[in-house]
């Protein structure tokens, strides 16, 4: 059983920047699929920034470049550091987990295909123009 907990979510203006973290607890193997997604009102849920067991992270094209993703496996905690917001990514951000892993992009297509074991319950994120 795994426990996700995300927060850091708020309200900020266009171009500016908030940190989500998400701690999770429980059978957290370190090279399990990891990640950020998101869902806005009225949209499918997207995979955002997902963490490939070998380290490396895959990115949802809108974010790249201002976007990043890393983990403290000290902590047990995943990040996710937005800079450059924009109203567009506006959305519940969610951190998920799959207990498998794999390299390369791997695990972001996992993840587009309903792959992820569990699910916290949403940090809202809210971009004003």
């Known amino acids: 059983q795994v426990q996700l907990m995300e927060s850091g979510g708020g309200s900020v203006q266009s171009g500016g920047s908030l940190r989500l973290s998400c701690v999770a607890s429980?059978?957290?193997?370190?090279?399990?699929?990891m990640g950020w997604f998101r869902q806005a009102p009225g949209k499918e849920r997207e995979g955002v920034a997902v963490l490939n067991s070998d380290g490396s992270t895959t990115y949802t094209d809108s974010v790249k470049g201002r976007f990043t993703s890393s983990k403290d496996y000290a902590k047990n905690t995943l990040y996710l550091q937005m800079n450059s917001l924009k109203p567009e990514d506006t959305a519940m951000y969610y951190c998920?987990?799959?207990?498998?892993?794999?390299?390369?992009?791997?695990?972001?297509?996992?993840?587009?295909?309903?792959?992820?074991?569990?699910w916290g319950k949403g940090t809202l994120v809210t971009i004003s123009s």
């Open positions: 429980g059978s957290t193997y370190r090279r399990y699929c």
């Open positions: 998920a987990i799959a207990m498998t892993e794999g390299s390369g992009g791997y695990c972001y297509l996992l993840a587009t295909e309903g792959g992820m074991d569990y």
